[in-house]
């Protein structure tokens, strides 16, 4: 035996990592998630905290003043902050969803102007990608955009738009060639601020969870931007967009480990206390069967999520088939953990009393965001069939 044998093992900062931000999110986010998602507010007791921790957006490099996190610690901070509330998760991970296409494919002069705001809390970024008619089919956007001299014009709507209204900026995927030989082709990225002329913010959607992190609908009417805030050359923004997703879907697969982790653990304390039949339920093999079921598959997507990170991190190629099975495996075991968690708290769990089934609500929409399941199942499937 090895003590010392460290392969296949986190590094000791990213334990200490997960310690830190475990130890802020029981001290200064939990105490507020039910009532966050109850008066479905922006959580920004946790956004502060996140912000004078430091943990708001860890992966922005240093070179822009950032931490320089990497791709596994960045999923530790989201899985650590989901465990108590995943709508305050979404800070980091959104954010890092919507610096990802600057990161990959912006000029430097792009970067060093948005990329430090983010580093430092005073703003936050999202992602604009769907529409309505074009969710799973992305090509088939409708949102436009135009050069008129030293200025993009857009024109359009977008929608489903998480943090839409508390970010600064935003990402934006607009088509500005029509008439391109193929509609992937003719889409182009760009940064958008929220104070730029034309530019509005919808009313929040009315969801079933992840109440605290508001979604909207934003509109461009004219929007006029500066021609460099363009994100790489025209015609590769959605080439961008889906390279950006191959480095975020591991990110919403740690914020569903960290749901269906904060589910298991209020399982495993309920189920020690209650009692029938003159006994603790945790005493039933029926229920020891259920739990230890959750914590194997809980388990299984952890590693499934870190290994897709890291070969992120390292810029592996052929990013897809990992990237897709670990949003898609985790976030079907988010799901089955959290209503078995449920299960086990019978009649109180089906109540909001306690936390298990706003977790259930806030794991549905990892099955669906960053590409419904089915979508990845279609994106490992082409991966596979390519040889």
Known sequence: MNAGFD????????????????????????????????????????????????????HVPEAYDGQGADAVATCIVIEEVARVCASSSLIPAVNKLGS??????????????????????????????????????TASMRTRAHLDGDHWVLNGTKCWITNAGVSTWYTVMAVTDPNAAKKSSGISAFVVHKDDPGFEVGPKERKLGIKGSPTREIYFQDCTIPADRIIGEPGTGLKTALRTLDHTRPTIGAQAVGIAQGALDAAIAYVKERKQFGTAIADFQGVQFMLADMAMKVEAARHMVYVSAARAERGEANLGFISAAAKCFASDVAMEVTTNAVQLFGGAGYTRDFPVERMMRDAKITQIYEGTNQIQRMVMARSLLKG
Do not use: N, W
């Not at 905290?49 to 860890?58: K, M, P, S, Y």
């Not at 990959?104 to 936050?124: C, D, N, Q, R």
């Open 7 to 58: 392969t296949y093992q986190l590094a000791e900062e990213h334990q200490a990592l997960r310690d830190a931000v475990r130890a802020l999110a029981e001290k200064e986010i939990a105490p507020h998630a039910s009532e966050v998602d109850e008066q479905e507010r922006f959580p920004q007791e946790a956004a502060d905290a996140l912000i004078r921790a430091g943990f708001q957006a860890v």
């Open 100 to 137: 990802m296409p600057i990161l990959l494919s912006a000029s430097e002069e792009l970067k060093k102007a948005v990329l430090p705001s983010i580093a430092s809390g005073e703003a936050m970024i999202s992602y604009a990608l769907s529409e309505r008619e074009a969710g799973s089919d």
